[in-house]
């Protein structure tokens, strides 16, 4: 077995300038496939922004972002394919059934197929017990299940990379519980990469293989999730 | 080529897709429309009463008439601009558009089309209702009189202020008082316009010929051309943060 692992996404430098105030300042780090990078830090750290540019939301002021060996800026529309956003914020239709917004976000990623799409969703419904709600519209789901609704979305999208900004905000402990089973599972079954951008240090810990720490737009710590424990990460914020 | 072709076709379907999915959004939150033609229709009725109650017995001028059409119709545009990103960005809906592999421009365009779309649902509404409310004095318009003034008089108007709207939805969606941006940033922009229109208006329902509305026409027509040139200039600004 290698133990070479193939480095999906790179940062270099990367900067996030609002007025004279820097969100991100030179923020420098690489990922492999099939990894989990826990990024934390206290609030207004830069986390969100990080996601964000990530995601293709923001651009940075400065420095760039490889992505699969591809420059983000000259690719943003092939990279976007492959990354699925989860953000504390959703992206669902509340007014639209499951089905709907499923079959909406599908089209959106050019990968809707009529003959496979109805066997597709009922798989996922079934997976994660959405069944009977699928033809209910999404203002009707409890936070929950608009986040599983969510990892759906992300699921039949078939991406790489997956980002989280504060998937746990708002959840209560069982199901936070079963959303780290799901991402374990995603990274280990599926070959995902995960961004998981959080405030809970205990669930980053668990799941993480390597951990980002920020403090005020600036990398205070990166490291493999053995080399950095509890007390260290907390004396960051 | 070929690239090219197939590349036209996806942005296509996805245009239909993001159209389809804001009717259907729409549809769904019918409570919002009705309340703004509830406001349009009750704006015409207290205008028209109004009138009535100091010009007793006399017909509305077509220029009074085509002013308070109007009026309504610049109102009517604040809310439905309200509708196209404002919302979708307070609800973070927004970010799933843009972290997608959807262009700007096919987004905004798309946009520019539902706002067009509801705004002459609205306008075919309230204009039916002031017909039988306000009773301006027009002389009996034939078909093809009738058909120039929609086409010309309401459809390339609303093109116009359609494009002007989602600018301006777009522009305003990061500011902290947006309900202070949105109408402060649309007026300068829709103030060139409003005079062309209502003499566009007026000499159309007066029955003149369509070489009488040539330089109103071209205006429009060259102000719509800019204001979109603006759209999809600055459409990768426009919509990141």
């Known amino acids: 077995m290698s133990n070479f692992n193939t480095i999906l996404l790179e940062c270099d430098n990367i900067s996030k300038q609002y007025g004279f105030f820097f969100a991100l300042n030179k ?19 830069g986390k969100t922004t ?3 540019i990530l995601a293709g939301l923001t651009s940075p002021t400065s420095g760039k972002i490889v992505i699969k060996g591809k420059n983000y800026k000259a690719n943003d529309k092939s990279i976007k394919q492959i990354i699925g956003t989860i953000t504390n914020k959703s992206f669902l239709y509340e007014e639209l059934t499951i089905y709907e917004n499923l079959k909406f976000f599908s089209k959106l ?95 980053a810990q668990e799941i993480s293989d390597k951990i980002l720490i920020l403090k005020r737009g600036k990398i205070s710590k990166l490291a493999p999730i053995n080399e950095i424990d509890k007390n260290e990460i907390e004396s960051y914020f | 080529m070929k690239t090219k072709k197939n590349s036209s076709k996806s ?6 897709t993001i159209l389809q999915k804001d009717i259907k959004s729409e549809i769904r939150q019918i409570n919002d429309i009705f309340s703004i033609i509830l406001f349009g229709i009750i704006s015409i009725f207290i205008f028209s009463s109004s009138y009535n109650t100091i010009n007793l017995g006399v017909l509305m001028p077509i220029e009074i008439f085509v002013i308070q059409i109007w009026l309504i ?33 096919v987004l905004l365009i ?44 309401i459809v390339l108007p609303t093109l116009d202020l359609s494009i002007c709207g989602t600018l301006v939805s777009a522009l305003s969606m990061y500011s902290k008082n947006k309900s ?26 007066e029955g003149e010929l369509i070489s009488m509305i040539v330089i109103e026409l071209l205006f429009l027509m060259a102000h719509a051309i800019l204001m979109f040139s603006i759209l999809i200039f600055v459409s990768e600004e426009l919509l990141s943060e």
Not at chain 2, 118 to 140: G, K, R, T, V, W
């Open chain 1, 27 to 45: 923020i420098s780090f690489h990922l492999d496939e099939n990894s989990i990078l826990g990024v934390i830090g206290a609030n207004g750290a």
């Open chain 1, 50 to 52: 990080l996601i964000k």
């Open chain 1, 109 to 203: 990623y050019s990968i809707y197929d009529k003959s496979t799409f109805k066997d597709k969703i009922d798989y996922y419904a079934k997976k994660f017990n959405l069944s009977n709600w699928i033809f209910e519209p999404i203002s009707n789901l409890s936070t929950g299940m608009k986040q599983k609704v969510e990892i759906i979305r992300i699921l039949i999208q078939n991406p790489s990379i997956l980002l989280l900004d504060e998937p746990f905000s708002g959840l209560d402990f069982n199901t936070i519980k079963l959303l780290v089973k799901i991402l374990i599972e995603l990274k280990e079954k599926e070959n995902l990469t995960i961004v998981i951008a959080t405030h809970k240090i205990e669930v």
């Open chain 2, 11 to 16: 942005d296509l379907k996805l245009f239909i």
């Open chain 2, 73 to 105: 119709i610049f109102f009517t545009l604040i809310f439905i601009m309200i509708k196209l990103f404002v919302q979708e960005k307070e609800k973070g809906t927004l970010y799933g558009l843009t972290s997608s592999p959807v262009s700007n421009s």
């Open chain 2, 110 to 153: 798309s946009k520019v089309v539902f706002c067009f779309i509801l705004l002459s649902f609205i306008e075919l509404i309230l204009i039916l209702f002031s017909f039988f409310i306000s009773i301006p004095s027009i002389q009996a318009l034939n078909f093809n009189e009738f058909l120039y003034y929609i086409m010309i008089g």
């Open chain 2, 180 to 205: 202070f941006v949105l109408p402060l940033l649309l007026f300068p922009i829709i103030l060139p316009i409003t005079s062309p229109i209502m003499s566009l208006n007026i000499k159309l329902l």
